[in-house]
Structure formats: structure tokens, C-alpha cells
């Protein structure tokens, strides 16, 4: 079955999707598939939908564990030029899925715009942060969008308003489109100002996070009022180490992946963490990451 070679993008298989995630952790993608344009994304939807193959979206792989034994399936990472563009208005950007935040957030700044500051230390795509309103303290992605076009897993593309489109904490109904593109609004400022404010957002993160080895950031969403890292600290689990998958000694949330760490370790340390935390506080901590 050669149906990937009339794809203009690029197909592979058997790939490691290992090097396509933040905790360099997971088995293969039978299929691997970066698409060149729209029309291009289109005609995949189509085939893969003729030959019932399971087809997962993957932004920056910085908040997916990937299982050891792999997708035996497609996976489409929206990586070509054609998803990375982005174009300024007056108080707004239109950018595709596919950019990075960091990106993004340095191309506002050098224009004199602000608003998507908070956005700077996050390790995604802008179509990943959408999906799951990705924010840190109390500021999300989705406050500062005014449409998102998305395509449907028919291939029809459509814009979305605002005000019909769900953001909730880590998670909005943009998750079962493919996400193209959104606008989102800005204000003009002093670039010095942004420049300090985007300092702040990242020397916090810096102070507060653990960086010395590969993680998906936060494990588990904060129950409501409290903070799943400060229960899971007051557990002593800090520096707790099953196989090569180590609770972070900075940050109790965070999971290590110290050296070469197997998803099946990770996945029976989240396991005790919630165990833990459940039998000590009767809290049920929900991953925020995603298990593939
Ligand atoms: N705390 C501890 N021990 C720890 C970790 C935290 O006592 O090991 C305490 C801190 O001292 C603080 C409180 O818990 O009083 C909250 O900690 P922090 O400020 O680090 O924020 P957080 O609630 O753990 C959230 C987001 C982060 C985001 C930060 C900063 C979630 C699950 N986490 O973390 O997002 O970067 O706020 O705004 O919503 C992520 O999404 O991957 C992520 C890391």
C-alpha cells in the first residue's frame, strides 16, 4: 500500500517520535507525515480516511507521553513553511498552527505589540497551545483570540469566532479540528516595557522550573485553589525514581526523564504520585499531559 507517495510533503516510517517530543521518551509512528500545504493536508485526510488508518496531530511534543510501543498509525506534524507564516495587522497577528510560541512572541515584541508575553517560556506550537489553552498564572492562550480557522476531518476548512469556541483550563473544543491558524489581539506598547515584561515571565520560570534534564513540564493539572506540585512535595515525593523516570527535586510536578527513561517507567511513577496524593489528601490529580 503506497498511498503516501502521492503526498507532496514529507512521509516517513517507522519513526521515532522520541525526537519530535520535549521528553525524548516514546516508540515509533508506523506513518510520520509532515504536509507541504492545505490541499496537501486535505488529500491525506482523504487517504487516511480510505484506508482507516488513525491519524494523531503533534505540535511541539512538549506535553505528550508517548507510549513504548509506539502509534501504529499516522502522525502529522504541521512543520513546513506553509504552517509557519504569520502576518501583522493593526492590533493583531494571523498566525498558523505550526510557529513556535517563542517565535511568535519575539516577532510581536520587535514590532512594538504586546499581549502574548506570558506565552514566552512555553515549549509548544501555537496550534498545540490553542488545543489546549496553554497559560501560566491565570493568563491563557485563548483570552487573546478573536477567530481560529480550523479544518475539519473532512478537509473543510472553517472560521470559528471567539465566542464559539470553549477554553477551559488546559483544554478548549478546538481539540477535535485540525488547527490552521488564529488571530489573536495585541495592543501597541513601549518595546522596552515588553522586553522587561518578557524577562519577569521567564526568570520566574527559570527560578521556579526544573530544566537540568528532558520533561513534558507539568505532569498533572493543579486541582481547583491548590497546586499539584505543593501536594505532591508535602508527600516527600521529591527525587522519588522509578527506573530512569525521577520526580524533579525543584519542582514536584515535573517529572525527569534522567537517561533513556521508558514511558512504562514514567506512567507507574504517575501512578504512585496519584496514589499517594490521593491517600493523604483525598485529592484526585487528573495528568494534564496527553497518553498516547
Ligand atoms: N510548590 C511547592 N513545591 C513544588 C512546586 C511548587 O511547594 O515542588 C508551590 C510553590 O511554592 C507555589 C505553588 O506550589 O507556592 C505553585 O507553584 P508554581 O508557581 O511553580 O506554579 P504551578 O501551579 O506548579 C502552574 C502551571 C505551570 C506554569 C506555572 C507558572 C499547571 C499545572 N501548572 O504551575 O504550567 O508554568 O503555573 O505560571 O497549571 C505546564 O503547563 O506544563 C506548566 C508547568
Redesign the pocket.
Known amino acids: 500500500m503506497n498511498w503516501q507517495r502521492s503526498l507532496k510533503g514529507k512521509v516517513s516510517l517507522e519513526e521515532p517520535l522520541r525526537k519530535y517530543t520535549t521528553f525524548k521518551i516514546g516508540g515509533r509512528a508506523k506513518f510520520f507525515i509532515e504536509p507541504y500545504n492545505y490541499e496537501d493536508l486535505r488529500l491525506l485526510l482523504s487517504l487516511v480516511k480510505k484506508y482507516s488508518i488513525p491519524l494523531r496531530v503533534i505540535g511541539a511534543g512538549?506535553?505528550i507521553l508517548i507510549r513504548d510501543q509506539g502509534i501504529n498509525g499516522a502522525v502529522l506534524r504541521l512543520s513546513s513553511p506553509c504552517f509557519r507564516k504569520t502576518s501583522f495587522h493593526k492590533n493583531s497577528v494571523t498566525v498558523r498552527a505550526g510557529k513556535f510560541l517563542k517565535e511568535l512572541v519575539l516577532s510581536i515584541q520587535k514590532r512594538g505589540l504586546s499581549n502574548t508575553e506570558f506565552l514566552i517560556?512555553?515549549p509548544g506550537t501555537v496550534g498545540g497551545a490553542l488545543a489546549m489553552n496553554?497559560?501560566?498564572?491565570g493568563k491563557n492562550i485563548g483570552d487573546l483570540v478573536e477567530d481560529v480557522t480550523v479544518m475539519d476531518y473532512f478537509g473543510r476548512i472553517k472560521t470559528l469566532k471567539k465566542e464559539n469556541i470553549n477554553f477551559g483550563?488546559?483544554k478548549s473544543s478546538l481539540s477535535k479540528f485540525i488547527i490552521l491558524s488564529a488571530k489573536l489581539k495585541l495592543v501597541k506598547r513601549n518595546k522596552r516595557d515588553i522586553e522587561e515584561k518578557i524577562k519577569r515571565y521567564l526568570d520566574?520560570?527559570r527560578s521556579?522550573?526544573d530544566y537540568s534534564f528532558a520533561s513534558?513540564?507539568?505532569v498533572?493539572?493543579?486541582p481547583s485553589g491548590d497546586?499539584?506540585?505543593?501536594l505532591?512535595?508535602?508527600c516527600g515525593l521529591?527525587g522519588r525514581r522509578i527506573g530512569n523516570a525521577c520526580v524533579?527535586k525543584?519542582?514536584?510536578?515535573?517529572i525527569l526523564n534522567l537517561k533513556k527513561a521508558k514511558a512504562s517507567d514514567v506512567l507507574r511513577l504517575m501512578r504512585l504520585v496519584r496514589k499517594k496524593v490521593k491517600d493523604r489528601f483525598k485529592i484526585n490529580l487528573e495528568p494534564?499531559i496527553k497518553i498516547w
Open positions: 512538549s506535553n517560556g512555553i496553554a497559560g501560566v498564572k483550563y488546559r520566574y520560570r521556579s522550573q513534558l513540564g507539568c498533572f493539572k493543579n497546586s499539584a506540585g505543593r505532591i512535595d508535602l521529591k524533579s525543584k519542582h514536584a510536578n515535573f494534564e
